[in-house]
């Protein structure tokens, strides 16, 4: 069992940055790939980034390539989505996810996910 707690969400100004966290629970956190999923109002939940289980392999949304980064620190179970030149169809509501895979590519696909976080507000606003 896997247990994924986000935070670092907020409010922030278009062209803002903000960085979420997800704290994972459980000693086999090194050996998981790790995802950021979101979902708007009205909208269904859409992948944002994977990371594998290394670090070395990373997979973005097109519509985030080159504004956020994944990355973690497996020494603190902590994977982190740093995310800059925020706009406002970034408003979602962000969510963690993982399944027992080594593989950033597996954890792609929301279909595919075993553990979600609760998630974490992201409002871009002026």
């Known amino acids: 069992q896997v247990h994924l707690v986000e935070s670092g969400g907020g409010l922030v100004q278009p062209g803002g940055s903000l960085r979420l966290s997800c704290a994972a629970s459980?000693?086999?956190?090194?050996?998981?790939?790790m995802a950021w999923f979101r979902q708007a109002p009205g909208k269904e939940r859409e992948f944002v980034a994977a990371?594998?289980?290394?670090?070395?392999?990373?997979v973005y949304a097109d519509s985030v390539k080159g504004r956020f980064t994944i990355s973690r620190d497996n020494t603190k179970n902590t994977v982190y989505l740093q995310m800059n030149s925020l706009k406002p169809e970034d408003t979602a509501v962000y969510y963690c996810?993982?399944?027992?895979?080594?593989?950033?590519?597996?954890?792609?696909?929301?279909?595919?996910?075993?553990?979600w976080g609760q998630g974490t507000q992201v409002t871009v606003s002026s």
């Open positions: 996810a993982t399944r027992r895979t080594t593989q950033a590519v597996d954890v792609a696909l929301r279909s595919r996910i075993d553990y």
């Open positions: 459980g000693r086999t956190f090194g050996n998981y790939a």
């Open positions: 990371i594998s289980w290394s670090g070395t392999s990373t």
